[in-house]
């Protein structure tokens, strides 16, 4: 039962990754991003054939991995960022059907539907972690999720957070007043696609084998899914929504009846949780909380009214 | 030479010439007026001149220097600020951040554009530095305005007349030498209208030149030294506010042709 909470915690730390740089895309800045998934896959799929097949060690990985991502934001966001709202949206929801096709049709590179399985455990020090040591993983996980929340906190809570909010507001407007709106929404997705390529690495070396078959359209809505619920553009709101989507999917599970009901039941429940929630909290558990800049600068610059 | 001033500049939609081959010239610590009637293409105007649309053909020069193909955020950093027709505030954030987000280029510590990846590593006295300037120099253009009571109120929530007046204040944090104003006493009352009459005056006492379309005359003829005529995107007349006011093409303009 422990092991079954752990990992629980495992995948609230893996989604929590991807949902916080899923957050600065979305809920900073602005863009509706639906491949987040896309990058998970770019990166989970990065870390097994580094790993496998080049026999590069997992922290070598897992940095490559996340910058594969990266590049692929950039790649992505070049041709994209001219689009707004839906057509944004629409137009990396393409994307993310390209990345999943290339997954399963590249045999060579990603042995195709079969996944690619066998990938070596975590070697730390003089120990090894493989899928069994959930303790390890739990605490590795999560202090990328520190970190990544940490990173976060500092770009939003400084003039590029203000920039971003600006361009959320009325991008039309902030070019006006001279902010390079194109460099700073590639800076925003760039990033998310960077942390959620580390995720990927971590999902990948965390279950020592991927199938191409996760990383599809459906993982990205769970990963929006979060945001939403949690509440956009607030980070602790983010890490609370992947607790909320994770352990109702799991509940049936947990409470030990998950052979009573049938496994569609999940579905159903998460069906209706969103819209409940839509009805009656349309803003998320938490909701955005609004930074007073000015505050910021007086209390951490200026060191006045402390 | 004069400040600003286009050359042929042209813009079509499809079929529809919005701005016909428009030749116009600003000078140098003016105020000047752009009038006609609706659908004369001075807003389309405006926005080909500050980059948030790009002419058919034609140029615009400023300071000398052909800044036609500049991004909008380019054109603002070389010193030509706007404002909106219809007020875009950034309205969930509060007046203060909104002239902040002015001055946020400005701030640009040169130090930090010459080593960005030193400044990655060491930064954070110059990061200091320029939230310093920004946080101080908003400060004044939320004076200069008297706008400090709504420090932190959201813009959305301020009155019609302060936020056209903080739109102002923003446009001007990014310390332009010509200001762009579309359209500036719009729904304002006459006691507001009289306020704004006087705080162009004020911009204008900064060394910030002034260009602004109006339809209320009586704010046109009082303030302007020169005023432009546009209709159906062709300039029709050009002049001091007496000679305008006499312009017989003028009076068609906005009138109708009498029949003899």
């Excluded at chain 1, 959620?196 to 599809?216: E, I, K």
């Excluded at chain 1, 969103?274 to 007086?298: E, H, S, T």
């Excluded at chain 2, 101080?136 to 008297?146: G, I, P, Q, T, V």
Aim: with cysteine; charged share 20%; glycine share 10%.
């Amino acid at each position: 039962m422990l092991n079954f909470i752990l990992l629980i915690f495992i995948y609230i730390g893996i989604f929590g990754i991807a949902a916080i740089g899923l957050n600065l895309i979305v809920g900073y800045t602005g863009m509706l991003s639906l491949c987040q998934a896309a990058f998970l896959g770019i990166g989970a799929y990065s870390t097994a054939i580094l790993m496998t097949t080049a026999n590069i060690n997992f922290w070598m990985a897992f940095i490559i991995s996340g910058l594969i991502a990266a590049l692929c934001g950039i790649l992505i966001g070049i041709p994209t960022l001219r689009l707004r709202g839906d057509y944004l949206a629409i137009a990396t929801l393409g994307f993310g059907e390209i990345v999943k096709n290339i997954i399963i049709n590249w045999d060579n590179m990603t042995k195709g539907p079969m996944g690619i399985n066998g990938i070596p455990g975590l070697k730390l020090l003089n120990f090894t972690f493989t899928s069994l040591d959930k303790l390890p993983w739990t605490l590795i996980i999560w202090i990328f999720v520190a970190i990544a929340y940490y990173i976060v906190r500092r770009i939003v809570r400084s003039r590029i957070g203000r920039a971003l909010e600006a361009i959320r507001e009325d991008e039309i407007a902030a070019s006006s007043m001279g902010i390079n709106t194109a460099k700073y929404k590639i800076g925003a997705f760039t990033l998310g696609a960077f942390f959620a390529g580390l995720a990927g690495s971590l999902f990948a070396a965390y279950n020592q084998s991927v199938a191409p078959n996760t990383f599809d359209f459906m993982m990205s809505i769970t990963i929006l899914c979060m945001i939403v619920l949690g509440g956009l553009g607030n980070n602790a709101a983010t890490i609370v929504g992947a607790i909320l989507i994770v352990v109702s999917s799991e509940l049936p599970r947990l409470l030990g009846i998950s052979n009573i009901i049938p496994p569609q039941l999940n579905q159903v429940l998460f069906g209706f949780i969103l819209v409940f929630m839509m009805i009656y909290r349309p803003q998320g558990i938490i909701g955005r909380i609004k930074l007073n800049y000015a505050k910021i600068i007086k209390e951490e610059i200026l060191h006045l009214e402390k | 030479m004069p400040l600003l001033y286009t050359q042929d500049l042209r813009r079509e939609f499809g079929g529809v010439v919005a701005v016909s081959d428009v030749n116009i010239e600003i000078d140098k610590d003016s105020i000047t007026g752009l009038i006609g009637p609706n659908g004369a293409g001075k807003t389309t105007l405006f926005n080909t001149i500050t980059g948030l649309d790009y002419p058919t053909s034609g140029y615009v020069f400023f300071n000398g220097r052909d800044i036609t193909p500049m991004p909008a955020y380019q054109i603002t950093r070389i010193g030509i600020a706007r404002t909106f027709q219809n007020i875009r505030l950034f309205k969930e954030m509060t007046a203060f951040e909104n002239v902040m987000i002015g001055r946020h280029f400005r701030a640009n510590h040169p130090f930090i554009t010459k080593y960005r990846a030193l400044n990655f590593i060491l930064g954070r006295i110059y990061v200091h530095k320029e939230e310093k300037d920004i946080y101080e120099n908003s400060l004044k253009w939320m004076d200069f305005f008297n706008l400090l009571e709504y420090r932190d109120e959201y813009a959305r929530n301020l009155p019609y007349g302060k936020q056209r007046e903080l739109e102002i204040a923003r446009a001007l944090a990014t310390e332009p030498e010509v200001i762009f104003l579309d359209e500036p006493a719009a729904g304002m009352n006459p006691q507001e209208t009289e306020e704004l009459m006087a705080t162009i005056k004020r911009i204008r006492g900064l060394g910030i030149t002034v260009v602004l379309i109006e339809h209320d005359m009586k704010l046109v003829m009082n303030i302007c030294d020169k005023i432009i005529v546009l209709n159906y995107g062709r300039k029709i007349a050009e002049g001091t506010p007496g000679h305008i006011q006499n312009n017989k093409e003028v009076i068609e303009a906005y009138l109708g042709k009498t029949d003899e």
